[in-house]
């Protein structure tokens, strides 16, 4: 039996999102009605909706829901903003900052998740204005550079000095920082040449890969 996905969606961001506090409306609806279950592999499709992190193949997974709108709450995007998003993973949280920006460049450093990612934003009809590249997203992606906001979807044991100097001003990053298995999620403000940061929750995500993450 095929899973009412409409019902299930609703069910996520009444319970798992409003329910938690996102108050974003641009948040809230983009969850809304971004076709999770598209984003996740065929035989775990029954995963989609749940309040957990899914696998999605080579070490790496799609976020919990709650996390990814935290995330994508904390950057404040408006719908103009360029945003540089670190772990593309299965193209889920680059379809919703899609929804919420004017563009988004992707960053995956697993190459088959690259092709992946592509297919399942093409197939959920959201891949219009992302863009989903190979590469070690520690060092960022200049060539699209500054962005106005920069989303880390793996946990670093330090904040990427390239994307801090590829952060636009004004800017915002969200990043988790802290060991392989506890991190704390960061909010980076960068304003008037100066950066503040704050930790709005404690959390879990896959470690980074490459040069500026975990070996």
Sequence with gaps: MIPDWETERRTMVERQLRGRG???????RAMGEIPREEFVPPDLRVMAY????VQI??????SQPYMTALMAQELELTGAETVLEVGAGSGYAAAVLGALAARVVAVEIVEPLVRQARNNLDRAGRG???TVVDG???????EF??????SVAAAAPEIPAALLAQLNDPGRLVIPV?????????VVTKRGGRMEQRVPTLCQFVPLRGAEGWR
């Design 136 to 142: 070690d997203g520690g060092f960022g992606f200049a």
């Design 178 to 186: 802290g060991s392989r298995d506890d991190q704390e999620l960061r």
């Design 22 to 28: 996102i108050r974003d409306a641009r948040v809230l």
């Design 50 to 53: 749940g309040d957990a992190p």
């Design 145 to 150: 550079a500054p962005y106005d906001a920069i």
């Design 128 to 130: 219009a204005n992302v």
């Design 57 to 62: 193949g080579w070490g790496q997974t799609i």
